[in-house]
């Protein structure tokens, strides 16, 4: 039998955006290296100023529930990122924020909707769809791998199997064409490169796998 599923309060959110921090960090410059190839090379320092932010922000002032911590963090990437990626994962943090709820602490279940309300509010915001090369790309697999895992018998292995389905995502952009972002810009040139903000998206479901599960 299953042990019991892992309860995700403040604490394990806190747990996971630094975590999330620390991969940024440790990946800049991959970041900024993908994003020179068909960007202007700014999503690593954009994201590690964001989420540099963002962690200074959850140590001067701790929030006191899931949702506070989640549009805390969603307040500072907006409020510090330039570029796309800002305004586009500070949504993704609101729309959690808002879909958390008073829960406290949030179930798997719970965390799953609020997860895929974050993309459906990347979409609303960005207005990517599949194939558009863009961190879409790694963050849709997530949540539908995330939601058919926890209709399956192995719930405890859900957010590993979203990590999984986020990093085939993030590498099945490579062949793609860009149609969305700055790096649409470079037409067919885009091609053959991975791309930046699928490749950030992966680091941060690969981060809730290790401190959520
Ligand atoms: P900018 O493109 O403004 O320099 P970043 O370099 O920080 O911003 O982020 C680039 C990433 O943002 C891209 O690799 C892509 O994944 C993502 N992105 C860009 N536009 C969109 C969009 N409309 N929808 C979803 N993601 C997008
Ligand atoms: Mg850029």
Redesign the pocket.
């Known amino acids: 039998m299953a042990d019991e599923p892992v309860a995700i309060d403040t604490a394990a959110l806190d747990r996971w955006i630094r975590a999330f921090a620390a991969a940024i960090a440790d990946n800049e410059e991959q970041l900024t290296r993908l ?1 020179s190839a068909i ?2 090379a ?2 690593g320092a ?2 590690v100023r964001g989420m540099k932010a963002v962690v200074a922000k959850l140590a001067e002032s701790p929030p006191a529930n899931p949702a506070a911590l989640l549009k805390q963090v969603g307040m500072t990437l907006v409020g510090t990122v330039g ?3 800002g305004p ?1 994962y500070g949504t993704f943090f609101l729309r959690m924020a808002t879909a958390a709820g008073d829960a406290e602490p949030l179930d798997q279940a719970a965390f799953a909707a609020a997860l895929r309300a974050g993309v459906d509010g ?1 979409v609303a915001r ?3 769809e599949a194939g558009d090369k ?3 790309d790694a963050l849709a697999p997530a949540v539908d791998a995330l939601d058919a895992a926890l209709g399956g018998e192995d719930a405890n292995g859900a957010l590993r199997a979203a990590a999984d389905a986020a990093a085939a995502g993030r590498d099945a952009t490579t062949p793609l064409q860009a149609r ?4 649409s810009y470079l037409g067919e040139r885009s091609v053959g490169h991975q ?4 490749t950030s998206a992966a680091l941060l479901i690969e981060a809730a796998a290790e401190t959520l599960a």
């Open positions: 994003d960007g202007d700014d999503h954009n994201m570029g796309a990626s586009l990347v960005g207005k990517a863009t961190m879409y969305k972002g700055r790096a791309d930046p903000g699928a």
